[in-house]
């Protein structure tokens, strides 16, 4: 078996295992076991928010799901007994002794597609939800360059490219191929100076007639459309960063930052200084304990991680690291919400 085809197989082999620990969980839920894992609530993480497309490699499908499913998704925690909180009431209830759990949408980047698709949905249920924005990509100065990545990969049968060692030529002919060289290129990013790092794929990307920053404003809300959508009753602004870069990576001047000042520009732009923030990435590597440290410093009520659980009382004294979870384009099913919610597949992965 080649190494390629070993990858492929590998990526999707542990979406089948993840897909089969929900199916359990969903199981364990309905039989009222283990009811403590659910706590006191959970907040919910999307990005894209649109119709399901036939594109022929997209290696970014789990950021994306339909507003068939974002319906779906809210009438079955609907079902299920959650009250739909905003993200900045969360420390209040926790505080609180009430026993109905809650449930929290907050939605990362700033796609367009959030007001086109997802509000309308939140409007019928009446949710109110967080939007995550960073100002590199409202203002157009910076890329999404997993976005780039993905329509360049998705163009290409070849690149040359230079991961440190000599420039490599790539064959990205397939599907199994493509998704090789995105965790390449992703790793890429995640051991060199970012900055740097998405310079180099976005010079790339040029070199192929594609210009990442009209990707940008293709995908993401421009400041107009950020300050109209903050003043919709049921929507709130999160701050999101200046750059998007990993700040646990950043020295701790530079992170001070790119949290602070991505608050001060929402508040530039809305009138309203954000109380809320979400870590670029989010994962383990992405968020130290000086990041959380300097989000309170910085008086944020709430930051958010991508690490998955629920959330209990013992998160209170711990409000700028919170988990979320992740409603996962790969697993779009009404019982998998239900899974997801109660916390039961956190436990059983411990």
């Not at 507003?67 to 609180?96: K, M, N």
């Not at 959030?114 to 939140?122: D, K, M, R, S, T």
């Not at 903050?230 to 990993?246: D, E, M, Q, V």
């Not at 520009?265 to 590597?285: H, I, N, S, V």
Request: aromatic content about 8%; hydrophobic content about 40%; some cysteine.
């Amino acid at each position: 078996m080649s190494t390629r085809l070993k990858a492929l197989l590998k990526r999707r082999g542990k979406r089948w295992a993840i897909a089969g620990a929900l199916e359990a969980a969903a199981l364990v839920s309905r039989a009222g076991v283990l009811g403590s894992a659910r706590g006191r609530g959970a907040i919910l993480t999307l990005h894209h928010v649109r119709p399901a497309t036939r594109l022929g490699f997209a290696a970014n499908r789990h950021l994306e799901v339909t507003p068939e499913f974002l319906h779906q998704a809210i009438t079955q925690l609907h079902a299920d007994g959650y009250e739909f909180i905003p993200l900045d009431e969360v420390p209040s209830r926790l505080r609180s002794p009430q026993t109905r759990p809650f449930a929290v949408f907050t939605l990362d980047d700033g796609y367009r597609n959030n007001v086109e698709h997802a509000l309308p949905v939140f409007e019928r249920h009446g949710v109110p939800f967080t939007i995550f924005f960073t100002r590199g990509f409202c203002e157009r100065t910076h890329s999404l360059w997993w976005e780039t990545l993905g329509v360049l990969l998705d163009q290409s049968d070849r690149l040359l490219f230079d991961f440190g060692h000599g420039e490599e030529d790539l064959d990205v002919s397939t599907e199994a191929l493509k998704l090789q060289a995105f965790d390449r290129f992703a790793g890429f990013v995640a051991s060199q100076p970012e900055d740097v790092a998405v310079q180099r794929i976005d010079a790339l990307a040029r070199d192929h007639g594609i210009d990442p920053l009209k990707i940008t404003e293709d995908l993401v809300m421009d400041c107009n459309e950020l300050r109209q959508l903050a003043a919709h009753p049921l929507a709130s602004a999160g701050a999101h960063t200046l750059s998007h870069r990993n700040v646990a990576r950043l020295s701790a001047d530079e992170a001070r930052r790119e949290m602070g000042q991505s608050a001060d520009w929402l508040e530039t732009l809305t009138g309203k200084r954000p109380k809320t923030l979400a870590y670029p990435y989010g994962f383990r590597a992405a968020v130290s304990q000086r990041d959380i440290d300097i989000a309170r410093d910085l008086e944020f009520e709430v930051a958010v991680t991508t690490q998955p659980g629920t959330i209990d009382e013992n998160w209170t004294n711990r409000l700028t690291g919170l988990p979320r979870i992740s409603l996962n384009g790969h697993f779009q099913q009404r019982r998998y919400v239900s899974a997801l919610a109660s916390g039961i597949p956190f436990k059983l992965m411990r």
